[in-house]
């Protein structure tokens, strides 16, 4: 029986799997800081970015949607939703589903300073590209994917 079999991954594997997830924080980090940078010619902060960039990729949705996307708090999106709107970014429409919670949609000047700063991350991410292939990018993916699965769904005490 190997590991797919039993669900279970073999201590080397959960070894590699620890290392992983060590990286993350300082890659997370890492990119926080440099999104940072990069953003503030929009005039952004990283949360606007986020709210911006999720509707973006999803088309309009509601504060509480997009937080479960996210994994954050609906009050914080809302925060983020607010400044968002205070700049013109976006705009509350109305949700045909739900009356007390309204879609939050991307204005035209939203969706041109999401795709500036979209552009300039996109050129950094080019540079590291380099020696990389489809077939380990895909992997990291579902590497990834895979442990933020696992990490949503664990009990938390």
Known sequence: MNE??????SEELTDRLTKV????GPL????HRKV??????????VGERAVLSLLRDHGPMTVPQMGRAQALSRQFVQRMVNDAAARGLVESAPNPAHQRSSLIRLTEQGRAAIA????R??????QAGGDLTETEVEA?????SRLLEVMGNA???
Do not use: K, M, P, W
């Open 4 to 9: 797919r079999d039993t669900g279970q991954a």
């Open 21 to 24: 997830f060590d990286l993350v």
């Open 28 to 31: 997370y980090r890492c990119t």
């Open 36 to 45: 940072e940078q990069d953003i503030s010619a929009e005039g952004l902060s």
């Open 116 to 119: 500036a700063v979209i552009r």
């Open 121 to 126: 991350e996109r050129t950094v991410l080019r």
């Open 140 to 144: 990291c993916l579902r590497v990834l």
């Open 155 to 157: 009990d938390v005490d």
